[in-house]
């Protein structure tokens, strides 16, 4: 495997949507079209893609906000989980945010996705009890 982890570029987004859809990320109230448009207009730097062979096999978007960072949209090929891609994806991600001068990284699981659980729990991210809410302000 020759795995190059690399800024996204708009070539990317078709390849991008399919492998959140395989990987089981997307909703039905996020547009991804519209979640990729909208991170390509903020620290787009930070939407990393990984690709073998010409083929994107997983991405990842980050975000600092000055306070902490964020992961969103961490996702490999699920034909080739286990290979390595998600924790090359969050390293550049984390070296990225550090390099912003970011102290701290956080996520959000959705329930039920355990296997999620253990991956992050391998790179040392631990669980904390809070109360998670948010509201739309643009709808898809």
């Not at 990393?48 to 090929?77: F, K, P, Q």
């Not at 945010?97 to 990284?105: D, I, N, R, S, W």
């Amino acid at each position: 495997m020759t795995l190059e982890i690399r800024t996204f570029a708009p070539a990317d987004t078709e390849s991008v949507v399919s492998l959140w859809q395989s990987a089981g990320l997307t909703r039905p109230w996020n547009n991804p079209y519209q979640d990729i448009n909208r991170k390509l207009a903020v620290q787009p730097e930070l939407f990393l893609v990984a690709v073998d062979g010409g083929e994107v096999v997983g991405s990842v978007m980050a975000g600092y906000d000055g306070h902490r960072g964020w992961l969103y949209y961490l996702a490999s090929d699920p034909g080739r989980r286990g290979q390595g891609i998600a924790r090359r994806l969050v390293a550049e991600a984390e070296h990225l945010l550090h390099e912003m001068g970011c102290p701290k990284v956080q996520l959000m699981v959705r329930p039920g996705n355990e296997q999620a659980h253990g991956f992050y729990a391998a790179l040392g991210y631990e669980p904390f009890e809070v109360w998670a809410t948010g509201k739309r302000l643009i709808a898809d």
